[in-house]
């Protein structure tokens, strides 16, 4: 297992007696597949301090999104996440960390899809500046292979995917703009990519995997195209750094979009072909554009 990964972090958390009411956890995966123009994005928050759950889920073909599942007040489930159901989302893991399956159901469709990682589980730290959105966050990168069934049509899914795991208060007040990207060119080379704007500015952090070796982004520069709707990317090219000195310059162009969120936030996922040194990935690219100013910002404006 990677560093500083353990066995019981795949499974569900109880929040200790003093924790705030913002306290939640969230269970994600996300996956494109350019060769069909197909992609999804399924997740599900727990809140234990309100007793509700929430789910948020969309699935695009061809381009265009064919279902949609947004529930924000179930009730709070008990089973563990190696094994949970909530709204149509059926999560089950696999025998490691490197595994889980998918069922989605919707009103007049279905989605099926196994995913392997290529590469065991890395712990990211997002509590970075003043930014404060999870007490401990793990995440993994690979492929998703299934189906998708309608009435109208029956599409087969061969997806890049990424996988996260988070738990801890979340305060989204403290994150007004980010950038994130997961791009995946193979088994040896694949991306994860974040830049958060806190009080004391922007800060970058993720992980390239490189030729079975995991390296930690240091620094990153985002260049983003934004549609005139302030919140659909157009493209994005960055240039990121690790922490052991090696560089990488990735441009990516999105060919379709999905809206994801719910409460406190919401973005646009941009389903991205991206290239690297001649090489082509795929993945997401998901601006989050700043609504207001920060406090430096107002600062500088004479604000209170």
């Not at 159901?105 to 290529?118: H, S, Y």
């Not at 700043?290 to 107002?298: D, H, S, V």
Request: hydrophobic residues 40%; glycine residues 10%; proline residues 5%.
């Amino acid at each position: 297992m990677a560093e500083n990964f353990r066995e019981a972090d795949r499974h569900r958390h109880r929040p200790p007696a003093n924790a705030p009411a913002n306290w939640q956890e969230s269970f994600f995966l996300g996956w494109a597949d350019l060769e069909t123009l197909s992609a999804g994005s399924h997740h599900i928050s727990l809140s234990p301090a309100t007793g509700t759950a929430h789910v948020w889920s969309w699935i695009v073909v061809n381009g265009e999104r064919v279902a949609r599942e947004a529930a924000h007040a179930l009730p709070l489930p008990e089973n563990d996440l190696t094994n949970i159901q909530l709204g149509g989302l059926h999560f089950v893991a696999g025998e490691s960390a490197r595994q889980l399956t998918l069922q989605a159901n919707f009103e007049d469709a279905q989605l099926r899809l196994g995913f392997e990682a290529i590469c065991d589980p890395v712990i990211l730290d997002f509590n970075v500046g003043d930014t404060r959105l999870a007490d401990r966050h793990y995440e993994v990168m690979g492929y998703a292979k299934g189906s998708f069934t309608s009435d109208k049509l029956s599409t087969p899914i061969r997806a890049a995917a990424w996988h996260d795991h988070s738990w801890g208060a979340r305060d989204f007040g403290t994150n007004p703009s980010s950038r994130w990207l997961f791009a995946v060119f193979g088994d040896d080379l694949a991306f994860s990519i974040f830049s958060f704007v806190t009080s004391f500015g922007a800060e970058q952090f993720g992980w390239v995997l490189d030729n079975g070796r995991v390296h930690r982004i240091s620094r990153a520069n985002f260049s983003s195209m934004i549609a005139n709707d302030g919140a659909t990317p157009l493209s994005v090219e960055i240039d990121c750094w690790t922490d052991d000195g090696r560089g990488y310059r990735l441009s990516g162009d999105v060919k379709a979009t999905g809206l994801t969120g719910g409460e406190g936030w919401f973005g646009v996922d941009g389903i991205t072909e991206f290239q690297c040194g001649g090489r082509l990935g795929q993945g997401f690219f998901e601006p989050a554009e700043l609504k207001g100013p920060t406090p430096q910002m107002r600062k500088e404006l004479g604000l209170p």
